[in-house]
């Protein structure tokens, strides 16, 4: 019986050819079967093959979850990329669908519902946040997107607003009138 938390084994988006946009592994060392997931996708190269491979069975639209390679894919659609989660087979779907819908949505927000790939390459920052706020070392840890956008959304540069009308300009015109007859009269 699996008694940990962890979840998920990767987080990846790929784009409409199949191109690398993100990918992020877990592996954690307490895992149960930490040996057995370690063999699978630990190089690079492992790991880019999957990817072709995932990507060649889940190009076209119109599923969510397949089983690819013993490994459980959930994935979603979004205009010129695919967002993937990865677990084990024996991983429950839902909580990882659930997780892929909470980073999907919380994308969504923050980049103001343009979710193409140029988009998410000029905000990696905001989206590797999101991933960080609902993903923690492959345990799902939130699934609500608008707490994830909240809390991995830039706050104000100022929080205090200068109010300009007619009133603080001519209180500034007269400051300046006042300050250049004082050096008028200095000469």
């Not at 690079?44 to 894919?73: C, H, M, N, V």
């Not at 659609?77 to 909470?102: K, Q, R, V, W």
């Amino acid at each position: 019986m699996n008694l940990s938390l962890f979840t998920v084994n990767a987080f990846l988006i790929l784009d409409s050819e199949g191109h690398r946009v993100l990918a992020k592994y877990y592996r954690p060392k307490s895992h149960p079967n930490a040996s057995e997931a370690n063999k699978h996708l630990n190089t690079l190269k492992d790991q880019r093959a999957f990817e072709k491979g995932l990507w060649a069975k889940t190009k076209k639209p119109g599923g969510d979850i397949i089983l690819y390679d013993s490994q459980l894919a959930v994935y979603r659609h979004s205009l010129d990329l695919i967002f993937y989660i990865i677990g084990s087979p024996a991983e429950n779907e839902i909580m990882l669908h659930s997780a892929l819908t909470a980073v999907c949505e919380a994308a969504h927000l923050l980049l103001r519902n343009q979710v193409e790939k140029r988009v998410v390459l000029e905000n990696l920052d905001l989206v590797l946040l999101c991933l960080d706020e609902t993903i923690d070392d492959g345990i799902i840890v939130e699934t609500d997107s608008t707490t994830i956008a909240s809390r991995v959304s830039r706050p104000k540069a100022d929080t205090t607003e200068i109010v300009i009308n007619e009133q603080t300009l001519m209180s500034a015109y007269q400051t300046v009138r006042d300050k250049v007859q004082q050096k008028i009269q200095q000469l």
